[in-house]
């Protein structure tokens, strides 16, 4: 089992940047891709942007490209996401989610909250 604790949620104002944290632990070895999703009020969950755990490669939502980047420190267990350029779209609850395989996630962490005020 894998356990994710997100932080670095907050309000900020159009145009400022936040940057989320991911903390793993448990069998950490399990891991394959991190990913980072969000939620807005009435919307579905959608993906934001992965990394593989291992060799570094990212993938992104186009809606954040050139905005978001995730990066990760293997020997802190944790993935990052800055988010520059917020738009009062990103608003939504963000979470941080672990696959074994890179095909599913399997763990999800509590999510942390992200306002942008125009």
């Known amino acids: 089992q894998v356990q994710l604790v997100e932080s670095g949620g907050g309000l900020v104002q159009a145009g400022g940047s936040l940057r989320l944290s991911c903390a793993a632990s448990?069998?950490?070895?399990?891991?394959?891709?991190m990913g980072w999703f969000r939620q807005a009020p009435g919307k579905e969950r959608e993906f934001v942007a992965a990394?593989?755990?291992?060799?570094?490669?990212?993938n992104y939502a186009d809606s954040v490209k050139g905005r978001f980047f995730i990066s990760r420190d293997n020997a802190k267990n944790t993935v990052y996401l800055q988010m520059n350029s917020l738009d009062p779209e990103d608003t939504a609850a963000y979470y941080c989610a672990g696959s074994p395989s890179g095909r599913y996630y399997a763990w999800w962490g509590q999510g942390t909250q992200v306002t942008v005020s125009s």
């Open positions: 448990g069998r950490t070895f399990s891991i394959y891709t």
């Open positions: 990394i593989n755990w291992s060799g570094g490669t990212t």
